[in-house]
């Protein structure tokens, strides 16, 4: 699915949260109608058709620049990145697969799922709280601006599918 990283005209992401990446069909779809400058190659990977082969591309940078879209989408990902990617009840740094997201007014008693019911918890505290909604966390919930969340974004260690990809991230 993420195969190969795109990169606007400018050298940079088009978009960091998520990260903008397409899957190998469609970067070879895109180098072929050239719209895009192949910048690295996945060095051991080739694709065969019965009349031509090519190496598959691992970054490629788009020749006409896209005007990013500077929206903040709600998902867990982005939960984690606002809150630093610490339990907002206890503190321990999480990583992002250990981290859960907790509905600070639990779903059973309505609350919603939304930047400014949600936060990230370690599992310990998310099942000790459970329905209990006198406890709060740390710092109140809310909708991070597209800028505040790439600041933390950078704050935080990134790991990428492929390595040569962190050059054109930090
Ligand atoms: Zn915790």
Redesign the pocket.
């Known amino acids: 699915m993420s195969d190969c990283l795109v990169l606007n005209s400018n050298g940079v992401p088009v978009t960091l949260l998520p990260l903008s990446v397409i899957s190998w069909q469609e970067s070879i779809k895109f180098m072929t109608l050239n719209k895009v400058e192949v910048l690295k190659w996945h060095t051991d990977w080739v694709v065969r058709s019965p009349n031509w082969s090519t190496p598959v591309p691992s970054v490629v940078m788009l020749k006409e620049y896209l005007k990013p879209k500077e929206v903040v989408r709600f998902s867990r990902t982005n939960l984690y990145i606002r809150d630093g990617g610490e ?1 907002q ?4 740094p999480l990583d992002h697969r250990e981290a859960t997201v907790d509905h600070v007014i639990p779903a059973s008693n309505g609350g919603k799922t939304t930047w400014a019911n949600c936060t990230i ?2 599992m ?3 099942v000790s709280k459970g329905n209990k909604h006198y406890i709060f966390p740390m710092s109140i919930p809310h909708k991070p601006s597209y800028y505040e969340l790439i600041k933390k974004r950078k704050q935080l260690k990134f790991t990428v599918k492929h390595k040569e990809w962190l050059q054109f991230i930090e």
């Open positions: 339990c009840y206890c503190g321990l918890a370690c310990k505290c998310n």
